[in-house]
Structures are given as C-alpha cells and as structure tokens.
C-alpha cells in the first residue's frame, strides 16, 4: 500500500462519529439511557430509508427502528430491528444487545466502497434515503465482531 493510500484510509476513519447499539426494545433502551443522562434522543435516518440491500439483494421486508442522541462528539444510536433479516437483527439473535457498528462520513461513498471492496471487505448492507443519502455497511467482523459503516449525507443528516 502506497503512502498516500494509506493517508487516504487513515483520513476516513478520522471522519467517525457514531456508535450503533442493536437493543431488543428501543422504548425501554432510550429511557434507561435518557435516565443517566444521555440524550434527549431524536428519530433517526433509519425511519427514511427508501430502499435498503443485504447481502447485495433488495431487502424491502426489513424495518430497522432507530434514534439518536449527542454524546460529546460521538453520536450514540440505538437500533431495534423489527422485521426482515436485517444486519442488527442477525447480530442480535448471534450475540444479544450490544455494540454493532462505527460510522464515519464520506464524501463520496462509491469511492470508498471500491476502495473497501478491494481490501476484501464486502458491502453486507446499503440503504438509500429519502433525502439522498446513502449508507453501507462492510464485513469487518473478523476481529471483534464489529461492523464499519460509511454515510454519505443528503439533504437532512448534516
């Protein structure tokens, strides 16, 4: 890997900002965590997503509730998957409630992807907004279990 692939790499993660926690209900999780002072929490970009795929083929059946709360810097998002075969209902029927994803922002996610998928590291999940933006998540699961996620923003997730 080049110098400048590997400043380029570097730089993206740099842009991270959200952590994503799978829960069974998300109710109950947003009072508990309201409770201790995180929060208040808001809707999430789950609720406008037009069209989403996993595992590469169209997945109109899944249904992800989500909100989102500022913790500092850190954007804490809690996720409750309600029906299809989404990536955080897999992860929460395989390891129970917990952290599932880091998100950073990109500006312009097909570059990025091509650069992941290169690495060997597959798109398991992408959705669409209604306002444009664009998300995907990638198979870095190897080690820890954790999924990295890329957000291009659209017109209301600034």
């Given at each position: 890997?080049?110098?400048?692939?590997?400043?380029?790499?570097?730089?993206?993660?740099?842009?991270?900002?959200?952590?994503?926690?799978?829960?069974?209900?998300?109710?109950?999780?947003?009072?508990?965590?309201?409770?201790?002072?995180i929060?208040?929490?808001?809707?999430?970009?789950?609720?406008?997503?037009?069209?989403?795929?996993?595992?590469?083929?169209?997945a109109?059946?899944?249904?992800?509730?989500?909100?989102?709360?500022?913790?500092?810097?850190?954007?804490?998002?809690?996720?409750?998957?309600?029906?299809?075969?989404?990536?955080?209902?897999?992860?929460?029927?395989?390891?129970?409630?917990?952290?599932?994803?880091?998100?950073?922002?990109?500006?312009?996610?097909?570059r990025?992807?091509?650069?992941?998928?290169?690495?060997?590291?597959?798109?398991?999940?992408?959705?669409?907004?209604?306002?444009?933006?664009?998300?995907?998540?990638?198979?870095t699961?190897?080690?820890?279990?954790?999924?990295?996620e890329?957000?291009?923003?659209g017109?209301?997730?600034?």
């Amino acid at each position: 890997m080049s110098e400048e692939q590997s400043q380029a790499r570097s730089t993206l993660w740099d842009r991270t900002y959200q952590v994503g926690v799978v829960v069974r209900d998300l109710d109950r999780a947003k009072a508990f965590y309201e409770r201790i002072g995180i929060g208040p929490f808001e809707e999430g970009p789950s609720a406008h997503t037009l069209r989403r795929e996993i595992y590469g083929e169209p997945a109109p059946d899944v249904e992800v509730r989500g909100t989102l709360a500022k913790m500092g810097s850190i954007e804490f998002e809690l996720m409750q998957p309600v029906s299809g075969n989404s990536i955080q209902a897999e992860f929460l029927e395989r390891h129970g409630e917990g952290i599932v994803h880091l998100c950073a922002f990109t500006d312009d996610l097909e570059r990025d992807k091509e650069e992941l998928t290169g690495l060997g590291y597959t798109v398991i999940s992408e959705g669409w907004l209604d306002d444009g933006g664009h998300f995907a998540y990638f198979d870095t699961r190897e080690v820890g279990g954790l999924v990295l996620e890329l957000f291009q923003t659209g017109s209301s997730w600034q």
